[in-house]
């Protein structure tokens, strides 16, 4: 605590108004104003610290920048909000220094939301360390599921699909992605289920949201989603001892043509190769697929990330690229379980980084959209296990559902 050094100016005591001649040691640090930093007793300061520190963060936020864009930070409320690096393992109160794409900026998170004892949880969710998966044999053999798993990922599918739904109908101008993670973790948990994301591998939250250009694993923060946005949600879920994946990218209030035509690209490509899903194809076949609808449309494929098998591991065998000229090995069949989740460039398909260790941007700051589903190979055909519901919310004017 620091003594005031103006002995001609009386300031009041923020928490009783008496007469105070004690100032707080972190205001004085950040240089703020002496009105509402002033106390007059020790006692003051304490009793009224927990009201008192947000102060310290605004200030921060305001002189980093972050509450320049429309004030959008101007209401976080605690010092637990900070920004991610090191892939979810570390935390700083600083915007990192990086050589941005585009427009788009990270804002601080969160803390970790709670999942309750009663929730069945995959090995990774204390620890972030995912144990069966990374030595599974199914990371070099697809597994063909047996009747009871396909019942469990059917159950688990339609979780997943109904948590996204949830997801769709918060999306709107000023709401923050981190206000979609709440969402998105309360109905998963409501269902009995668990938010495969959280703490795998680290990752900090309960879904991923990517807007505008980031292209996959984006981290749901306290910016607030303007007027012209995209914005992707992935969601996974875990159930009766199998994961659930898919996501969609949404419009956030008026969008501009070529981001119209970018998303309804997209979304046509996860149709298009989704119709060829049956025994007997290649999965090199998908990628050709996707990359000639694309290509038609002057758009690029991302080549970094691709489809992959599912259950009850979250990733495994096969990979599923995206992009045309693939190397993917093997064929379908009947009883497999995996994802295509093609993500189309508006620029380049090459990404970068963030900071954060899980943003992926593009590398020109273009903008990006992604569509996904599991799906299951049956004897005849395919399956799409997250399909959209009758009760999912009409977003894609494009579609019947």
Same mark, same amino acid.
């Given at each position: 605590m620091a003594g005031g050094s103006d002995a001609a100016e009386?300031?009041?005591?923020a928490r009783c108004s008496n007469p105070a001649s004690l100032q707080c040691p972190k205001c004085v640090e950040l240089k703020l104003p002496r009105e509402g930093a002033a106390f007059c007793t020790q006692d003051c300061f304490k009793a009224s610290w927990s009201s008192h520190k947000p102060v310290h963060l605004k200030a921060k936020l305001s002189s980093l920048g972050t509450d320049g864009a429309g004030g959008q930070n101007s209401d976080?409320?605690?010092?637990?909000?900070?920004?991610?690096?090191?892939?979810?393992?570390?935390?700083?109160?600083? *915007?990192?220094?990086?050589?941005?794409?585009?427009?788009?900026?990270?804002?601080?998170?969160?803390?970790?939301?709670?999942v309750p004892a009663h929730i069945d949880k995959p090995d990774w969710a204390n620890d972030g360390v995912p144990k069966v998966e990374p030595n599974s044999d199914w990371q070099h053999r697809v597994e063909i599921k047996t009747p009871d798993q396909i019942e469990r990922m059917r159950e688990t599918c339609r979780i997943a699909r109904e948590v996204l739904d949830a997801a769709a109908r918060?999306?709107?101008?000023?709401?923050?992605?981190?206000?979609?993670?709440?969402?998105?973790?309360?109905?998963?948990?409501?269902?009995?289920?668990?938010?495969?994301? *959280? !703490?795998?591998?680290?990752?900090?939250?309960?879904?991923?949201?990517?807007?505008?250009?980031?292209?996959?694993?984006?981290?749901?923060?306290?910016?607030?989603?303007?007027?012209?946005?995209?914005?992707?949600?992935?969601?996974?879920?875990?159930?009766?001892?199998?994961?659930?994946? *898919? !996501?969609?990218?949404?419009f956030v209030g008026n969008v501009d043509e070529a981001s119209r035509k970018l998303v309804q690209c997209t979304y046509e490509c996860l149709d298009k190769a989704i119709s060829i899903v049956k025994p007997g194809v290649r999965f090199r076949d998908v990628g050709e697929v996707i990359n000639r609808h694309a290509s038609m449309s002057g758009l690029s494929v991302v080549k970094s990330y691709c489809g992959h098998g599912i259950g009850e591991l979250f990733h495994c065998a096969p990979n599923i690229p995206h992009y045309g000229r693939?190397?993917?090995?093997?064929?379908?069949?009947?009883?497999?379980?995996?994802?295509?989740?093609?993500?189309? !460039?508006?620029?380049?398909?090459?990404?970068?980084?963030?900071?954060?260790?899980?943003?992926?941007?593009?590398?020109?700051?273009?903008?990006?959209?992604?569509?996904?589903?599991?799906?299951?190979?049956?004897?005849?055909?395919?399956?799409?296990?997250?399909?959209?519901?009758?009760?999912?919310?009409?977003?894609?004017?494009?579609? !019947?559902?």
């Open positions: 009386t300031l009041s005591c976080l409320a605690s010092e637990d909000w900070l920004y991610c690096l090191r892939k979810g393992q570390s935390r700083t109160p600083k *915007l990192p220094p990086f050589n941005w794409t585009g427009s788009l900026r990270p804002y601080p998170i969160s803390v970790k939301r709670n918060m999306i709107r101008p000023g709401v923050t992605t981190d206000e979609i993670d709440r969402v998105v973790h309360e109905a998963t948990v409501a269902a009995g289920a668990y938010p495969s994301p *959280l !703490n795998y591998h680290f990752f900090p939250k309960s879904c991923c949201t990517s807007v505008n250009e980031v292209i996959c694993h984006g981290i749901p923060d306290a910016r607030k989603l303007e007027d012209g946005d995209i914005i992707n949600v992935d969601v996974t879920v875990y159930y009766k001892g199998v994961h659930g994946d *898919l !996501n969609e990218t949404y693939n190397k993917a090995v093997g064929v379908m069949k009947a009883g497999q379980t995996f994802t295509i989740e093609p993500m189309i !460039n508006a620029g380049v398909w090459r990404d970068q980084m963030w900071p954060d260790g899980w943003t992926a941007v593009t590398a020109d700051g273009k903008r990006s959209a992604q569509f996904e589903h599991t799906l299951l190979v049956t004897e005849t055909g395919v399956e799409v296990l997250t399909a959209r519901l009758p009760s999912s919310p009409d977003v894609f004017p494009w579609s !019947n559902k």
